[in-house]
């Protein structure tokens, strides 16, 4: 065995095995949430507000929260980011100006959340005075997702074969009706990649909406966009660091946890049937 195969072999084992290693980690993480909290599921616990300082009832308002600042997030971020992509691939040319946009948006893709909260509390809630609500939360949310929204998006359209506008362009269709009529279109499953992405890390994020939407504990469901909600991360955040009483709340907490893991599951699903739905489409 030449020493070209052997360093082949090794690496292709290298590669089950960190496979193998992420996918029990995975096993055990999700049975050991589900293992704590599925014995706290039942109907009234995702049906009732909090009770008795959040010892008792459910998290009914904290499902109503991330949801609202989720979906607002992903409407806010989503045609900014493909607009911003289309722009970076279809027009955009290589120069100075160009390639600090690029790098500013990598950057972002790697700034904490917590800077995020930050710089929504200081333009969201104070300066735009939007306060602590769900307009603040949704649209420092989105702000936190747009990188990863804009880099798929960039690498869907690119991936976008050329002599699909080319075949365009030969038809007379102007540059405009070529990326409306086929490369996005074309691009769009690959697209909603980056939405489902974002979705994961909107619902999920604890700090940003730590000073710009979620309160401790309300029993109300919010009436308007400027209103503060109580969201599933902070709840758990809340219940597991400032509970008074974690004999009953660290339960709560791990219930919660379990919602959050299916919420998230179930937008996904429903992104990733969507996405299903409009390949086979195209391939028909």
Same mark, same amino acid.
């Given at each position: ?50 009770? %008795? ?30 607009? %911003? ?50 307009? %603040? ?25 050329? %002599? ?20 996005i279109p074309t691009a769009i499953p690959s697209i909603l990649t ?8 909107a619902a999920g994020e604890t ?78």
């Amino acid at each position: 065995m030449g020493l070209r195969k052997l360093k082949e072999i090794l690496g292709i084992n290298l590669l089950r095995l960190t496979i193998f290693i992420s996918i029990l980690f995975l096993f055990l993480f999700i049975i050991l949430i589900f293992a704590k909290g599925a014995k706290m599921l039942s109907f009234s616990f995702l049906t009732q507000p909090p009770k %008795s300082g959040m010892t008792k009832g459910g998290i009914f308002p904290a499902i109503i929260g991330t949801l609202y600042l989720t979906i607002f997030s992903v409407l806010f971020a989503f045609p900014i980011g493909v607009l %911003s992509s289309i722009y970076l691939v279809e027009y955009a040319k290589k120069n100075f100006l160009v390639t600090i946009i690029r790098t500013a948006i990598g950057t972002l893709a790697g700034v904490p959340s917590i800077i995020f909260g930050l710089f929504g509390l200081a333009i969201f809630v104070i300066t735009f005075g939007f306060g602590v609500s769900i307009l %603040s939360g949704s649209l420092t949310l989105g702000i936190m997702i747009l990188p990863v929204i804009i880099k798929a998006s960039e690498e869907a359209i690119k991936a976008v074969p050329d %002599s699909f506008r080319e075949a365009s362009y030969a038809l007379g269709a102007t540059k405009r009706q070529t990326i409306i009529k086929v490369v996005i279109p074309t691009a769009i499953p690959s697209i909603l990649t980056g939405a489902i992405m974002s979705i994961g890390r909107a619902a999920g994020e604890t700090a940003p909406i730590l000073f710009t939407a979620a309160t401790f504990y309300t029993r109300k469901l919010p009436t308007s966009i400027f209103d503060e909600v109580m969201a599933l991360p902070y709840h758990i955040y809340a219940l597991m660091t400032e509970g008074t009483a974690p004999e009953y709340q660290v339960p709560i907490a791990y219930g919660t946890s379990v919602v959050l893991l299916g919420l998230v599951l179930v937008i996904s699903s429903v992104s990733i049937i969507i996405r299903f739905r409009m390949r086979r489409k195209k391939k028909w």
